[in-house]
């Protein structure tokens, strides 16, 4: 049995779960949809309702105490998203707030990408994961082309059979013109980690690399001092991390080509936001990303091992890690995605069945780019509240529609 499966549960999980108002409030439901988003623990809501009635005002203007406040609390968020990430130079980065990962990812496209380039530079972008990880790049593309420099935007070569990427075909894609290379840490279908040390391996020391971290942080213990994780933006979304929806971060390092321009206080920022991504990481740091990331683990490889033997369903990506009782390298296993399909049921009429028994996942194509899954598929994905005991009644219900 899997290391991590031992690890399964234990008091300090229950105590974290019944931390969730929202949970404890509807126990005939099971939320199975954090990758979309997450929920919110008791510490958020009251770090909202606290600076909300005590201390609401615009930061970066204004100089009596509730503005001040603001204005170090949003300070303070950057600073801690550096700290949450294990930033080892945290004054040679900058940290820039935004609504989400789509939002990061268009601002490194709009901001600093376009100033990187030159007329015939090229640039590597993942063309089967996230979309909101690859329409920023041809945008830019085009937005150079209409300033008349012309550059390529080529596809991050993959294994067809896992949706990992191919590294090896990705050494011999690079040459003297690419310039950047965009990436995902943990794809958001398939689950499985794409081995961003791969990618540093193959393209060299000098291009920068660009990470969608959606998946991963607040899942995944960061550090970006670990010479595996050598990447020069990260950009997530902090309301698939605990805080509030309207939340996320870029980091930039600023020692590897130009920095990310800081936003500075050009308008009013979404302060409830910042707020709300502070208290979420310090309970984060509190429960413990480790800890979190090994239950998560313990229960996916439940869901995996499992699903892997019902021959009515087809689960997508990752074959590897459905060998059933395989004691796989954490990095081979997936994180907490798990995505299928009946072979019978329409993935549409299988998501209305599950949220029948109260089960809410996510059954559609999932945001993907390309026409990979566009034929549709349920989604279940964890975080630090679901259970044991949720996931054998979901499996329980799967093998009944056998
Ligand atoms: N990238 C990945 C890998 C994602 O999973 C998501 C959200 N599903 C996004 C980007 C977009 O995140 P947001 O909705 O916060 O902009």
């Known amino acids: 049995m899997p290391q991590e499966t031992q690890d399964a549960g234990g008091d300090w999980q229950a105590r974290a779960r019944a931390q969730f108002p929202i949970l404890a409030r509807h126990p005939e439901l099971t939320y199975l949809d954090s990758a979309a988003t997450s929920q919110k623990p008791q510490a958020v809501l009251d770090a ?7 201390s609401n005002a615009n930061a970066g203007r204004g100089t009596y105490p509730w503005a001040n406040r603001t204005t ?7 600073e801690r998203v550096k700290e949450f990430l294990g930033d080892p130079a945290p004054d040679r980065s900058s940290v820039h707030l935004t609504s989400g990962t789509s939002e990061g990812l268009r601002t490194i496209a709009r901001d600093w990408l376009p100033h990187q380039l030159a007329d015939g530079d090229e640039i590597l972008v993942p ?3 996230h979309r909101a990880n690859l329409e920023p790049w041809l945008e830019a593309r085009q937005l150079l082309a209409e ?3 012309r550059v390529q935007v080529r596809a991050l070569p993959r294994q067809s059979s896992s949706g990992e990427y191919d590294h090896r075909a990705l050494a011999d894609a690079v040459g003297p013109r690419t310039r950047f290379v965009a990436a995902t840490h943990v794809h958001h279908v398939y689950g499985g980690d794409m081995n961003v040390h791969r990618i540093r391996a193959a393209v060299g020391p000098e291009i920068p690399i660009c990470l969608d971290a ?6 995944l213990p960061i550090r970006l001092g670990d010479p595996a994780l050598d990447v020069d933006f990260v950009v997530f979304s902090g309301h698939k991390a605990l805080a509030l929806p309207g939340t996320g971060a870029v980091w930039a390092r600023n020692s590897r080509g130009p920095a990310l321009r800081p936003a500075g206080w050009a308008g009013t920022p979404n302060t409830v936001g910042a ?3 502070l208290a979420a990481l310090d309970w984060l740091d509190a429960v413990g990303v480790d800890r979190v990331a090994a239950h998560v683990m313990s229960l996916t490889v439940l869901l995996t091992d ?3 033997r019902l021959d009515s369903y087809e689960v997508l990506g990752c074959p590897a890690s459905l060998t059933a009782d395989s004691v796989l390298p954490a990095a081979q296993r997936r994180h907490g995605i798990v995505t299928f399909r009946h072979r019978e049921i329409p993935s549409d009429d299988l ?5 029948s028994h109260g089960f809410m996942v996510r059954a559609d194509s999932l945001c993907q780019a390309g026409a990979h899954e566009q034929n549709g598929s349920v989604r279940v994905s964890l975080h630090v509240y679901n259970t044991r005991e949720e996931i054998d009644r979901l499996l329980a219900l799967l093998e009944s529609l056998e």
């Open 214 to 219: 959606a998946q991963s942080v607040g899942h």
């Open 275 to 277: 707020v709300s991504l």
């Open 147 to 149: 300033r008349g420099t």
């Open 48 to 54: 909202v309702q606290d600076y909300l009635t005590t």
């Open 127 to 129: 063309y089967e994961d």
């Open 351 to 355: 998501g209305f069945i599950l949220f």
């Open 72 to 78: 170090e609390l949003v300070e303070r968020a950057r």
């Open 306 to 308: 499992r699903l892997g």
